[in-house]
């Protein structure tokens, strides 16, 4: 039977002319959460975008439940969430609004819902407002509802931390729990600690070279 | 020969259809190995980072 | 417990998608007042100044007329191309839609129709006063709106897959110009013999048919080729 | 199983070697079909009836325009096969292509003018054939501007390659063009089905000139090919044992 | 210890400022292999459009030889224009150059210059083989380089004021155009007027001094307005 | 003798409907480092922006050596540097171009300071490279070297430790610690503790409300 969750074999990544992953290979469980580690330039960005499926490597490969993910991306891409350095708003729409299209092109979703993200993330305040007036841990606090909405079991998390204050680093966490203990899985990549406890991670450490 | 190279009366288009068309087959002959030539040299510097890399 | 092993039963749907894909890009339009109106400006700007740059006779207009018609609708067209993928690039929108689940054929196709309500089709409403403005008979309206709209319809497909491929690119106007032109000189062709016939008050059929089919074998082909360009340009 | 052996013979090293094989196979010959034919349309061909000796400039004309359309094809196709099997080797054939495509795009235009005064007394007409040869030579400059706006080769690659598949369209535009709209040029005489219109001995130098450039395309592509492969290569192994030849 | 205090001797001066802004605008257009080319390319596209879209007669052309010619300048100016201040905009290099303690004038002028360079000049180049294609005798070349050389520095300079304000905003393309085309209409008129009188054989001095006119009193004004509208953008 | 440094008097900010400063006032010796804190939306990024000269605030006054700011705003901006959330890299210049075109305009600069700059940074290695193809922490760096550049006495630093890895951070400890001691001044909004001694850095807390 083949295993559960996402398994990464001996990848190989180029970037231009720049050998980035050479050889990174692991497996993550149902319930897991890989932290990704590493200096700057060391291919975290780089590991979780291949591993979406945006970048195409060289050699290796990238299993979902078995299955190699590219045979069939579009199903693969409908399991997964990626929240990348920057969190993908439209400057003229509204909080509401900008998870309202973003998330719905991916499920139905009720007011109702909607509502009950936002406020969970501390924007009922500012929820109305054009995303281009947000503040940067305001806009990275959208992105955490967008996360919350979609019960997908993948999430990919590109420095989720960034930005955010005291509060909104532990929503970090408290969502990061929620979604293994419902048998989520996460790949994260930061260079702080996850707001976790440290059982619950396995580590990554990327080097250069 | 003169008449040869009069074409009758169509010398003014004759040949410089053949000069440039010929001149398009040497110029793809100059290119090609110029090309080949610059991606070896760039591949040798390639190799030559690496191996200081290395 | 189980709800992320599953597909989630209120996965939406490609058609729901789309349908949002296209009623953002409305709405996003809409937001700026008189975002609308803008292309259509523009199209009676460039129809203005070859009065001015040419000569003010109407008989030497007219025999102009449907030339400087599909010039300025294609290049009024080409304007606001620039913004079909590129704002959406910037702040990682089309991300993810790549990554939505969604076969984004589909929603590129969403964001193609919504480039043509919001400029094709009023650009066709605005043609008539255009051409009667450089003096074209009032018989020749029916026949002007026709060829504009559907030659618009052609010209937003060819011009979704210049955009998409010129995604990544910084300073992509005259690249996505050059692109695109060359793709798009049969829709003028047709579009200008459409019209002139119009104008001279003869049967105009067989090259609206022609732009008809341009446009068909764009709905066909050019979202799998921009959606295929915007996977790419995402590497 | 049966894959094995297309993936060597598509895997670069394998390429790479085999066009530096080929290469004087096909340039050889080339050159002497070249060299024969000329002598054949320059001296042994009697003039034309109508047109005198101006109608050997059929002999540059009909060859280059031939390699044109027949380029982008190659290319066209060469750019599909690379998109779906994601194939670094089709990639650098497409990219090859490009430049001998257009270059023989402009000779086609050029001579085409050239024949154009004389015959039609003008040089240049918007009639449809010789406009979608134009916009032939303006997709050539638009694949190769693209390329060279994209600094990263990979995404350059298959982002030519889409717009190079899309392009595709406009070849058989431009090979019917002269028998869907009536237009000022030629109607195919060589081309068609059934039997050609010109007599042997204006025939012959003719079909040997355009063997002799399609031998001539294949040669330039694989020395260009060479170059291209090696712009792709990540492995250094293989690379350091070919250029220390 | 002290060299926080004092202004630094090794300060730069606005014109080594603007040179460099100058240089980094042209390296940037450079940079790209065949960009140069690009607004040629356009031109010469948009001049191959209107025989396609009118008629091939080249008696026919002539007559509007002119007004196609300018048309076209113009635009190819236009959307080359879009990215003279857009990028600087998204990257925060604009923000840098406000704070920089350089007159900000200084600056933009130097940016405007470049697009000039990297517009204008080329077009000016390349005017007289689309005149000539389009049936424009030879003896008016000289008088068709000198008017687009002179125009496109007014319509470069009159397009920055338009770039600078549409900055805050997204989709600006076509509200620029808007903006711009309005202020550039004198610039056309004696423009085409002064080519046509080349055409024709005609003395096309007076036009021409009036294009002058117009590019000096845009480089006075110009760059103040165009400075003042980054900073409001900035806000 | 009107005070040395930057003083900040009873600002009043409003953004859009929002009145987002109200009364902050602060004063900022020469060798003095201010540590701006709160949650996220607290106005922070507004603060610095202000403080530069970039917000025009609704009331209040903004001193530099004693003298009132916006009564001549060049020989202000002069002394000032501020690096905000992102770092105005050009996608197409590479690490070293961008130092040149950007740190040009404001004092010259020989080929040798500006290889030691990047070298202090850790970029040497990708100073040739593309901006377009770095990293997130290696864009940030780019930006520390050009603070170590230009030598003006006032820093605006908001998240300056954003994206970078442990030695990263480190060294805008030390840059800021350098810059202290030759009579600079530091203006900093973080979530994160600055990476210096406590008893260096004045704090300044805004809340919402
Ligand atoms: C600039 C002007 C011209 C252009 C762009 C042009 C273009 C072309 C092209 C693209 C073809 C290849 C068609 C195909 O293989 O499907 C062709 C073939 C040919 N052209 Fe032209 N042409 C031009 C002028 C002329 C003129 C003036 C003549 C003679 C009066 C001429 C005679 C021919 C002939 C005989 C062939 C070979 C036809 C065949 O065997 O199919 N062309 N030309
Ligand atoms: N243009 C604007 N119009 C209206 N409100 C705005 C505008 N810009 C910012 N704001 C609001 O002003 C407040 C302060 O924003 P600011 O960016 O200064 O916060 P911050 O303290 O830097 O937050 P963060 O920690 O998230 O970076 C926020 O609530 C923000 O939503
Ligand atoms: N398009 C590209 N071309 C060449 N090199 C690239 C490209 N994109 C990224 N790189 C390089 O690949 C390496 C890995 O980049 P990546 O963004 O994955 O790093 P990271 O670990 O996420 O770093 P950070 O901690 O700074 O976010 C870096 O050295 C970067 O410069
Ligand atoms: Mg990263
Ligand atoms: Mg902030």
Redesign the pocket.
């Known amino acids: 039977m083949p295993r559960e969750g996402l398994e990464v074999e001996n990848l190989h990544l180029w970037r231009g002319e720049h050998h980035v992953l050479r050889g990174v290979g692991f497996a993550l469980p149902r319930g897991g959460c890989l932290h990704v580690t590493g200096p700057n330039g060391a291919g975290k960005t780089s590991l979780l975008r291949a591993a979406c499926g945006l970048l195409y490597p060289e050699s290796g490969r990238l299993l979902w439940d078995g299955r190699d993910v590219h045979e069939d991306l579009p199903t693969f891409h409908s399991v997964l969430m990626y929240i990348g350095h920057e969190a993908p708003l439209k400057a003229d729409l509204s909080a509401r609004e900008n998870l309202r299209y973003w998330i719905g092109t991916r499920r139905r979703i009720g007011r109702d819902t909607l509502g009950a993200a936002l406020q969970r993330v501390g924007a009922t305040a500012w929820s109305e407002r054009p995303a281009r007036t947000l503040s940067a841990g305001q806009r990275r606090r959208v992105a955490l509802a967008a996360l919350s909405l979609l019960l997908v079991p993948l999430w990919l998390l590109d420095e989720p931390t960034t930005n955010l204050d005291a509060e909104g680093q532990q929503l970090v966490g408290t969502l990061i729990e929620e979604h293994l203990a419902r048998g989520g899985l996460v790949l994260a990549a930061t260079h702080h600690e996850l707001p976790l406890p440290r059982s619950r991670v396995q580590r990554l450490e990327l080097t250069h070279e | 020969m003169r008449e040869f190279l009069d074409m009758g009366g169509y010398a003014a288009f004759v040949w410089p259809s053949y000069a440039v068309t010929l001149a398009v087959v040497v110029l793809n002959i100059v290119w090609a190995r110029s090309s080949l030539a610059r991606s070896r040299a760039a591949a040798r510097r390639r190799l030559a980072a690496a191996g200081a890399d290395a | 417990m189980s709800d992320t092993r599953t597909a989630a039963p209120d996965a939406a749907s490609v058609l729901e998608a789309a349908r949002l894909v296209l009623e953002r890009d409305l709405t996003l339009a809409l937001r700026r007042r008189g975002q609308l109106v803008q292309p259509l400006a523009f199209f009676v700007i460039v129809t203005t100044l070859f009065p001015l740059a040419i000569s003010p006779e109407l008989a030497r207009l007219r025999e102009v007329a449907a030339g400087v018609l599909w010039v300025a609708a294609l290049l009024a067209s080409l304007l606001a191309l620039e913004f079909l993928f590129r704002d959406d690039a910037y702040d990682g929108t089309l991300e993810q839609y790549a990554l939505s689940g969604q076969p984004l054929t589909g929603l590129m196709f969403a964001k193609t129709a919504a480039h043509w309500l919001l400029t094709g089709l009023p650009l066709a409403l605005m043609a008539p006063l255009a051409a009667l403005s450089l003096g074209a008979p009032p018989d020749a309206v029916p026949g002007i709106v026709a060829s504009v709209a559907v030659g618009t319809i052609a010209l937003s497909l060819i011009g979704s897959i210049g955009a998409a491929l010129t995604l990544g690119l910084r300073r992509s106007g005259v690249l996505l110009a050059l692109l695109t032109l060359p793709l798009s000189l049969p829709v003028l062709i047709f579009g200008a013999r459409a019209s002139e016939l119009a104008i001279h008050g003869e049967p105009y059929v067989a090259p609206l048919e022609l732009l008809a089919a341009l446009a068909v074998l764009g709905i066909t082909l050019a979202p799998l080729a921009s959606a295929a360009a915007v996977r790419i340009s995402l590497e | 199983m049966s894959w094995t052996w297309f993936h060597r013979l598509a895997s670069p090293p394998h390429i790479y070697r085999l066009a530096q094989r080929l290469t004087p196979w096909f340039a050889w010959p080339a050159g002497a079909l070249i060299l024969a034919a000329l002598y054949g349309g320059l001296v042994l061909a009697p003039p034309d009836y109508q047109?005198g000796d101006g109608?050997r400039?059929?002999y540059m004309?009909?060859p280059s325009?031939?390699m044109?359309?027949m380029v982008y094809t190659t290319m066209a196709v060469a750019a599909a096969v690379a998109l779906i099997w994601r194939m670094k080797v089709a990639h650098a054939v497409a990219a090859s292509c490009a430049p001998i495509g257009a270059s023989f795009t402009i000779a086609?235009?050029?001579?085409?003018?050239l024949?154009?005064e004389p015959?039609?007394g003008t040089?240049?007409?918007w009639d449809p054939?010789?406009t979608?040869?134009?916009i032939?030579l303006f997709l050539y400059l638009g694949y190769m501007g693209l390329r060279g706006a994209i600094e990263d080769p990979q995404r350059a690659d298959r982002t030519s390659a889409v717009l190079a598949v899309v392009g595709i369209v406009n070849v058989p535009i431009?090979?019917?063009s002269?028998t869907w709209w009536n237009s000022?040029?030629?109607?195919?005489?060589?081309?068609?089905l059934g039997k050609?219109t010109l007599s042997t001995p204006m025939l012959v130098p003719l079909l040997m000139m355009m063997l002799g450039f399609t031998l001539f395309f294949v040669a330039v592509l694989l020395v260009r090919l060479r170059g291209e492969i090696l712009v792709r290569e990540r492995s250094a192994s293989w690379i350091r044992e070919v250029l220390s030849t």
Chains 1, 6 share one sequence.
């Open positions: 047109q109608f400039i059929i004309h009909a325009a031939w044109s359309l086609a235009l050029v001579t085409g003018s024949w154009g015959m039609w040089w240049w007409e054939r010789l979608s040869e134009l032939l431009i090979h019917y002269v000022l040029h030629q109607a195919p005489s060589v081309m068609r050609p």
